[in-house]
Structures are given as C-alpha cells and as structure tokens.
C-alpha cells in the first residue's frame, strides 16, 4: 500500500440523485502513467473530479503517498501535490501566459525546497524556456494562444506547482493530430523526466495506452477492467466492447 | 459659457463621489457576483464613526483614517459572517441578504446616532474657487474629492497587476474553480475583496457626507448612482466603472443644473434604464473573450 502513489479506494461520487462513480479503486505506482479509458458518462471526469476536491465523494478514499486528501476542498487538494488539468485546460484566457504560469507557482507546499519570490520567478522563466511558443507570447493575454498551445500551457501551469500527481481529463479533445501528438510526446517525457505520478483520461485509446504503463477500463462508474497497458491494447474483446476500437 | 464650465467641474466632483461607490460594487460583483445592496448603507455607518472620532480627538484625519480602517473590517465581516452562506447559491438569496443587512444598518444607526441631519466637515475649505473674478463652482475640497477617489483608484489597479494579492483576485474574478484547482484560497480572497470595497465606500461617505449631510438614509441616492455608475461602466471593469462614474456625475450635474435640480434622481433613473436597454453590457463592452 505504502508504494503507491495515488490510491483511491471504493470510491462513489454524483450530482444530485445520480451517482456517476459507483465504486471505483485503482492504484498508481509512483513514476508511472495510468490512463483511465471507458466511454461518455463512465465516470472518467468525475473521478478526476472527486479525486481533486471538486465533488465530494459519497463514500470511498483518497490517499496521495499516504495522505489522506478525501473530501478535502480543492485549494487544499492542490496544496498537498495534486494537479489537475480539467477538461477543455481552463487556461484563464483573460490574463496573460506569464500570469497564468505565475498562478501556477503560487501555492507551493513546504517541502524543503526554496519556495521564495525569486525561485518561483525562476520557476516561470524555465517554463518560458522550455515551452518558446508561450515563451514568446508570454505577455499576451492567454485568449491569442492556439487549442494546442493553451493545453500546453495549461499542462505547464499545473507543472509550475511542483505536483506528485498530475491529473489530466481530455488533454487531446479538439486539437489538430500534430498537436495531439506533441500532448502525448510530453507527457510520457514528463514521467521519465520528473518521476511524476499521471493518471490521464483520454477518449484517444489507442494514442494513451502506447504512453501508458497502466489501463483502468471504467463502465457505467464501475471498473471493469485493470491491467498493464500492452494487456489491455491486446485485449481484442474488451477494446471492441469498451473502447470501441 | 461659464455655467456650463461651472456644471462640468461640480458634475466631476460628485462623479468621482459615484465611481468610488461604483468600484467598490464592482469589486464585489466580480468576485462574488453578488450586488450589494448594503454598500451605502455600510458608507453611512463608518461616516458615523468618523464623526465621532472627529468630535472625540479634534482631528479630521484621525476621523478620516478611522472610517476607512472600519470600512476594511466591516467589508470583510460582513463576507465571512453573512455573504460566505450564500455565495454560490441562487442569486435571490445574496439579495435578500445584503437588503436585510441594508435595513439592519440603517435601523442600528437609527438606534445609535438617531434620525436628524447632522453636518459633516470637510478635509479643506469649501469656499469656491475663482479664476480670476469668476467663480468656478468648485471649491478646494472637491479638488481633494477626484484626488482622492483617483489616487484609491489608481492604487487599486497597480495591486491588481503587479502584487501577488492582486493576481489571486483577477483570477478568482475570472475563473474561481480553475483558481481554487491552482491552490488559491477562494475563500479569503473574497474577504480581501469585500474589505476593499468596503474601504472604497467607507471613502466615499467621507466624502459625499459634507455636501448632504449625514442621516441613517443618507447613503440611499448615493447608492443608487453608484450602481447606475457601475453599470454604465459594464458592472465587469473597474475602469468602467471609474469611467461611469464620472460621466454620470457630469450628465447628472447637467440635468440639474438646465432642467433644475428636483429632476436629478429622475434623469439617474432614465440614464440606468436607457443604458440597461441598449448597452445592457456597458458602454465600453468589446469584443468578448469569454462567453460565460
């Protein structure tokens, strides 16, 4: 137990009347990409969701190295190393790029590391170098930034908060093939590069189960399916009945 | 010629009264989306305090200085103790909430300092200002009067761009889900939000209260140019609302002044319903960047 890094644990979550996660568990080694796969209304962003503090679970766990985070608010949740890209990247278009990676560096937890003005400064000038096309556009309201571009910066904003866990729902939705596949190029870079725990939601099976090391297969808020990532790509019944491919 | 210089100067003076109520509803409007109806009413009761302070150490800036640091606390008491309830819950509630807390106010200064008109002080003089033999309708506290309400206005908006504090609010105005997933506690930064807009009207009272005198309703047409100011300006944009209030200001001071006074709180009527029914969004609303 103590080895994962994210581990939810019969978890149950709704809106109103309807529970949209039924009982769902699943572990995440640290250092590895567990993609969630399942069709529209499986549950796949509400357990993003009830995982980051958005929706209160009904019932269940959340653990993140052993810190218990159920049913705390999400700023909490945020604080204690969990990053969540939620669908459609909520890049606030209103402020600049550099505005939007500051948020990001705001509210890091005391781990040891310097967590100074200057540091987070530093912090905001690295990503502008690693990513030259926000880099670039750094002082421009973020609305002037391509699909691409803003998944992008919504994904280095949620990297500029130091997280254990990244969370991202959809981070492909909508965007152009070359895009999709610098999303995918990234993530799976970001796991060998910073021993970051992913938990990834993707409609685009095929494309996330080639970068993931995990596949948990969710259906009708339950999980159906949880297995290594080349398994599951194998699986050919499951990927007709569940995955559609 | 003349008098309508002397129309435009006064219209700019009480208009820079109007956008420093209006800020401070936009303020909260922003954050909370909620229009509070309290705002003038909260203006009246720290005007109080500084006359008290006033008659009790001999200083207007102590009083000054008292009002506004009252106006900072009231705002956030009134955030944590009765808005944090219904923040998020259907808007008639944040309604009848903020009108309860204008009657309460109103009844408790009524209680307190009782119904008749008291005078206020004023920071300067209030004799009027001539160039040359001309009077120009104005007189060194009006001076004061935009000063102030420019300087609160331009502090305001380097917080909101250059300070930590400041990017926190914008965001929180913005998107409060995606500010909270980025670990900004929501919670206090609406309190910050409700202080400030409780500083501005706290201002404001101050100073408005010279020119009509200080009642328990005295804050009531002040209020309602605020709000009017505020919604010409977009109800969304703090410079909107600067903006808005001082053209209404100016409008108002004309309407007065050519048609005759008894018809201002009626052309603020017609102004609010004209802008309401063609530029519901503003004078100054663009091109959108984000359809909510």
Known sequence: MSSAALSVGSLAAGYGGVLALKDVSLTAAPATITVVLGANGAGKTTLLRTVSGLVRPRAGRVLVDDTDLTGRPPEDVARAGVAHVPEGHGVIAELTVEENLRLGAMSWRRDGRNTGRAARAAAVAAACDRFPNLGRRRHKPAAVLSGGERQLLAIARALLARPRVLLLDEPSLGLAPRAVRQVMELISQLRAESGLTILLVEQNARGALAIADQGVVLSLGTVVATADAGTLAADVALRHHYLGY | ????????????????????????????????????????????????????????????????????????????????????????????????????????????????????????????????????????????????????????????????RYTTAGLRLRATAFDARIARLLGVRVGRVLTLGWALAGL?????????????????????????????????????????????????????????????SELTPLAGLVILALVLTFRPDGLFAGVRLRRV
Request: glycine share 14%.
């Open chain 2, 200 to 260: 501005l009207g706290a201002l404001a009272g101050l100073l408005i209260s010279p020119s009509t005198f200080l009642y328990p309703n005295s804050m009531d047409s002040i209020f309602v140019f605020g709000f009017t100011a505020a919604v010409i300006g977009g109800l969304d944009s703090p410079a909107g609302a600067v903006a808005g209030g001082l053209i209404l200001g100016v409008l108002l001071s004309y309407a007065g002044g050519y048609l005759g």
């Open chain 2, 1 to 160: 010629m003349l008098e309508f210089l002397q129309f435009t100067l006064s219209g700019i003076s009480f208009g820079a009264v109007y956008a420093a109520v209006a800020l401070s509803l936009v303020l909260i409007w922003r954050g909370t989306r909620i229009l509070n109806f309290a705002q003038g009413a909260m203006a009246m009761f720290t005007t109080y305090i500084a006359l008290e302070v006033i008659r009790g150490t001999g200083s207007y800036w102590a009083g000054f200085a008292v009002a506004l640091a009252a106006g900072l606390v009231f705002g956030a008491l009134a955030e944590v103790t009765v808005i944090r309830p219904v923040e998020g819950k259907p808007p008639l509630n944040a309604v009848i909430v903020t009108i309860g807390l204008l009657v309460l106010v109103e009844g408790l200064a009524g209680i307190i300092y009782g119904g008749q008109y008291r005078s206020f002080p004023a920071a300067f003089t209030v004799t009027g200002l001539r160039a040359g033999r001309s009077p120009l309708g104005i007189s060194w506290f009006d001076v004061f009067t935009v000063l102030a309400v420019l300087a609160a206005a331009a502090a305001l908006a380097a917080g909101f």
